[in-house]
T-cell receptor
Framework: GPKVLQIPSHQIIDMGQMVTLNCDPV?????FYWYKQILGQQMEFLVN????????KSKLFKDQFSVERPDGSYFTLKIQPTALEDSAVYFC?????????????FGEGSKLTVL | GDSVTQTEGPVTVSESESLIINCTYSATSIAYPNLFWYVRYPGEGLQLLLKVITAGQKGSSRGFEATYNKETTSFHLQKASVQESDSAVYYCALGDSTNTGKLTFGDGTVLTVKP
């Protein structure tokens, strides 16, 4: 079936550095999402993105976070600067229509470790 | 806030046995939530198993069923006869019908089906 690819699968960085997580969504999908899962906790919504803009973001989406998808390339989540509490697995998802009528397709996740 | 509680795993059953994974929800900010079951098979991203957007209705897919019960705020996942290939992690989730793609997930239930 359709696949969402995430790069890298695992990244280790020092606190204060910048990190960019990349997501290659399903072709022709229009809506994009990031979710965050801290070890042992539930997967939580961070942000969604459509037509070049953030539609909604949660309180977990701190000022240090940003998302973009320049010219139909990767949908990215950038964290600058990183903090220890940013250590988590970040899941990207995409959908053809908005999530509750359409189907979300998730990637396998990018595990971020901040030291 | 909104929350989802599901059967704490891991759950182990033998092939051809019946299965039920419980899910209850609390939707304090959503009048008419949409309910979902997602599944993550080994080595794959999370994918939609079934969804129900109307209270009282039943959803089904791949032999799994779940009924949206507004009175008991439940959405239990059932299958009459499981197969080894059903071994996966199952997540119950709820979403806002007004819809932004913001899903609230449960903790996930690890299911192992023994041959």
């Amino acid at each position: 079936g359709p696949k969402v690819l995430q790069i890298p699968s695992h990244q280790i960085i020092d606190m204060g550095q910048m990190v960019t997580l990349n997501c290659d969504p399903v072709s022709n999908h229009l809506y994009f999402y990031w979710y965050k899962q801290i070890l042992g906790q539930q997967m939580e919504f961070l942000v969604n993105f459509y037509n070049g803009k953030v539609m909604e973001k949660s309180k977990l989406f701190k000022d240090q976070f940003s998302v973009e998808r320049p010219d139909g390339s990767y949908f990215t989540l950038k964290i600058q600067p990183t903090a220890l509490e940013d250590s988590a697995v970040y899941f990207c998802a995409s959908s053809w229509t908005i999530a509750n009528t359409g189907q979300l397709y998730f990637g396998e996740g990018s595990k971020l470790t901040v030291l | 806030g909104d929350s989802v509680t599901q059967t704490e795993g891991p759950v182990t059953v033998s092939e051809s046995e019946s299965l039920i994974i419980n899910c209850t929800y609390s939707a304090t900010s959503i009048a008419y939530p949409n309910l979902f079951w997602y599944v993550r098979y080994p080595g794959e991203g999370l994918q939609l198993l079934l969804k129900v957007i109307t209270a009282g209705q039943k959803g089904s897919s791949r032999g799994f069923e779940a009924t949206y019960n507004k009175e008991t705020t439940s959405f239990h996942l059932q299958k009459a006869s499981v197969q080894e290939s059903d071994s996966a992690v199952y997540y119950c989730a709820l979403g806002d019908s007004t819809n932004t793609g913001k899903l609230t997930f449960g903790d996930g239930t690890v299911l192992t089906v023994k041959p």
